[in-house]
C-alpha cells in the first residue's frame, strides 16, 4: 500500500542539478519519516536525482513511470 | 612583495651542446662533481640560464599538506630568482631559478619538514593520481593510499628511459592511465539481485554505456557486460540496493605514452585486486629492465610493441583470471595529420 506524501514537488522542465538542490532543501524542511512526492524528467534527471538523494541517505520508496516523467516517492531520514 | 633584481646569463654550452661538469656540495661538507644528467636524476633539472636549475619536489599524488606548502612558500623567496613555483603537468611542484651553489641549503630546510626532492631521467617517476574515493563522488578506489605505497616502494628505480605509473579512481580516467608507461584505474562488477528488485527502471536511465536494458513490461533488467564499463553508476543510482558491488579491482594499462608520438596503452588485466598491484609493478619492471639491455633510451612501449607475446607469457602467471584474452598491443595515436610521411623509427623499435 502506498503511503500518502507529506509533500510534493513538480519538477518537471527543472534541469539538473537545481532539481536536485529543491529536491534537497525540501527534505531539510521535513519530518525524519515523512514522505515527499518528486516528479522530474527522464534523462540526465532520472540518472541523477535518486543517485543523489541515495547518497544524502534518504530512502527512494517508491519509483513510478509516467509517460516521459518519473514520479518518486522520498522517505526522509 | 619586492621586486628581485635579477641578473642573468644564459648558458652558452647548452648551444654548444656541451656537458659540463660542476662541483656541488648536495651532502654537507662533501663537495662532488656531477655532470648534468646526474644532477638530473636527483631532480635538479637544468636551465637555459648559466648556472640555474630547476629543483623538482617530490608531490606523488599532487598531495602536499599545509606544513610543507608554508615551508615551500618560505624557501622559495629565498633561493629562487623569480617569484613563483611552477605545477609540473605530473603534480610536482616546482621551484625554479635555484644556482646550484643553493642545493645544499635548500634541500636541507625542506628536509626539515619532510619535503623531499623529486627526479627526472631514466627511473621511476614520481606517481600521479586523483583525490579517488577518499571524497571524490565518482571515485572506485582509493587512490591515493595505492599512490603513496608506489612512491614508497617503487619511486626511483633505474629503467632505460623514464617510467611513469598513475592511478585513475573510475573509468571517467582524469589520470590518462592509458597514456602511461603503466596505469592503474579503479572499477567494479555490478552484480544483481532479482529479489530486491521492483523493476523501477533507474538502473537504465543511469547507465551511459547502454549495458542496461529493462525488460518493457516488469522493468526488471539484462545486463551486457560486453557493454559494461564497471563505473557503478547503477549500483549508485538503485534506490532498493539491488545493484551490489562484486569484484573490486584494478584496469591495468601498459606502454602508453604522451609527447611527439604518443602511445595508446594496453588493457592487460582487469579487476586486478589492490593487493596484487605491487606484484604487476615489480614484473613489468622486471620484464622491461631484462628486455631493454643495451637498447639504451627506449621506452617500454616502444619494446612491447616488438615484444608483445613475449610480455603476454611472461605476466600470465601474475595476472592469472584477471588477465584479458587476447590483449592488443600498445599502438600509436596519430596526432599529426599533416605528418603523413612519417613511420616509426626501427632503431628505436628494437
Redesign the interface.
Known sequence: MERKPDANLDLRGVICPINFVKTKLKLEQMKTGEILEVIID??EP???V??SV??EGH???????LNNH?RLLIEKI | MKNKKIDIKYDRHLEEKRRPKIEVELEKGKKEVFNLDQLKSGGYIRQRQKDLFTVRLRCPGGRVNFEKLKKIAEVGPKYSKKDYVHISVRQSIEIPYVNYQDFLPLSKELEEVGQKIASCGPRVRVPTACSGCEYNPNGLIDVQKLCHEIDQKYFGIQCNHKFKISLSGCPIDCFRTNEMDLGFQGAIEPLWDEETCNGCRICGYACKEGAITNDSKTGKPSIDRTKCLYCADCIRACPTNSWREGKKGLIVRVGGRHGRHPVNGSVIATLLPEDKMGQVIEKVIEWYNDRGKGKGRVRIGDILMGKWPDFVAFMKPVLGEHAVKNPQKPDYIKIHSFQTGWMPNPIIEG
Open positions: 527522464s534523462g532520472i540518472a541523477n535518486p543517485r541515495k547518497e530512502k527512494i520508496v517508491k519509483v513510478e513511470k518519473f
